[in-house]
């Protein structure tokens, strides 16, 4: 069963949590991180991607940019911009957007829980991508951006979760870059409390990642080279009942269409499926839909139900995509190390997919999000999705909880 533990946690000091949490650093590109970083000296962004804090050109992957995480993480610990906790505690974190709260419990996940599939993945990793944590966290010490996790509701923990919400929060705010998110903190201080969840914690079977498979993999990957190091046994994360999580869709843009026209490419698609112009942009609003736009009008792309096979990966509309689009008619058949292809967090909007095509791309696919079902059923079966298949909304901040190993 799911070995999940109160976290010795260090935090902003009271009254600098908005200054200092930061959306997550793949979020940003490099060039928005290094724009949002300009003239702060308190947000956690500069830390997470530390590229930053050197010219644009630089390696950021160069060893001196990890040892600059390190030595600024350092500095505002010991400049007091931290404060340590005095034992292990389980914390309450809600975030609140569109009138929508979801309550999620800041803590440690074991990481033998990811080796015997207990927490389970939908997605793969790139190696780059993991590398890049790995040394991060080498350089810090510390696991600084948590792992979302998702399990089926408990009432024993919502009812703690309810009960504790009732009385003054830790911090209450929202930050200059997530002026639409409301974030809450409470601390667990009771030590009947903390045992109690432990204990419904234990009682579950399967733990699922939401988002942060890298972050995941990394810490793993440190737990396995510290095996005498029982802190690095266990990975910062913060676990929500699935039934309140939102997820937006992850939308495509295709920078080549593999030597053919615009018109040859949407005769294509008109063999396979539906194709319905429409005079404004294609939000799509029930599986099966998506929405096509060639760089100059949008269409509703209809997928057929010959194309399900009750297969809980094929069956995905990223898959079907993939499996008829993508792959056959464009060549990109790894869309995780392809640049003619890139992904578009739903939450930009069509607008961002619109002006990606009048820039750098021909033509992109609004997506309608996977459900948490489709997810579950994915990670069960012990399959993975396609990439970017996911988007979680609203993101965890990262300086909130960092953990030291």
């Not at 350089?139 to 923990?157: E, R």
């Not at 297969?311 to 993939?322: A, T």
């Not at 930009?348 to 619109?354: P, Y």
Request: hydrophobic share 35%; net charge negative; proline share 5%.
């Amino acid at each position: 069963m799911a070995d999940v533990r109160p976290i010795k946690a260090l935090r902003p000091v009271h009254g600098l949590d908005d200054k200092i949490a930061a959306l997550p650093y793949d979020v940003y590109s490099r060039a928005e991180a290094y724009e949002l970083t300009r003239g702060d000296e308190l947000s956690f962004l500069r830390i997470d991607r530390p590229e930053t804090q050197f010219e644009p050109d630089h390696d950021m992957y160069a060893p001196e940019v990890y040892a600059e995480a390190g030595e600024m993480l350092h500095d505002m610990i010991d400049n007091g911009s931290f404060v340590r906790d005095d034992k292990p505690y389980y914390y309450i974190y809600a975030l609140t957007m569109d009138g929508v709260t979801q309550n999620g419990i800041a803590a440690c996940a074991s990481a033998a829980d990811y080796r015997n599939g207990i927490i389970k993945k939908h997605e793969n990793t790139r190696e780059d991508k993991l590398i890049d944590r790995v040394n991060h966290i080498r350089s810090c010490h510390a696991q600084t951006g948590p792992v979302f996790l998702s399990y089926h509701k408990n009432d024993v923990i919502s009812g703690i979760i309810e009960e504790t919400e009732k009385t003054e929060p830790e911090c209450d705010f929202t930050t200059e870059n997530t002026k639409e998110v409301r974030h809450r903190v409470w601390k667990i201080a009771d030590p009947d409390k903390t045992k109690i969840i432990s204990k419904e914690f234990a009682s579950i079977g399967s733990i699922y990642i939401a988002d942060g498979h890298h972050r995941c993999a990394s810490a793993v990957k440190i737990a396995d080279e510290n095996k005498d190091d029982e802190e690095a046994q266990y990975f910062l994360s913060v676990l929500f009942p699935a039934e309140e999580l939102r997820i937006l869709p992850y939308n495509r843009v295709i920078k080549s269409l593999n030597g053919m026209t615009m018109e040859s490419f949407c005769q294509k698609l008109t063999q396979m499926f539906h194709l319905e112009a429409s005079e404004t942009e294609v939000y799509p609003d029930k599986k099966g839909t998506v929405g096509f736009y060639d760089g100059k009008r949008w269409y509703r792309l209809t997928i057929p139900d010959k194309m399900r096979t009750g297969d809980p990966v094929g069956d995905l509309d990223v898959s079907i995509l993939q499996d008829n689009v993508f792959s056959p008619l464009l060549g990109i058949d790894d869309p995780r190390k392809d640049e003619r292809i890139d992904f578009v967090g739903g939450i930009r909007g069509c607008k961002e997919l619109e002006r990606r095509c009048s820039r750098d791309c021909i033509c992109a696919f609004s997506m309608y999000p996977t459900s948490m079902n489709e997810l579950m059923k994915v990670a069960d079966s012990g399959r993975l999705m396609p990439p970017k298949s996911t988007w979680f909304e609203p993101k965890l901040l990262s300086g909130l909880f960092i953990h030291e190993i």
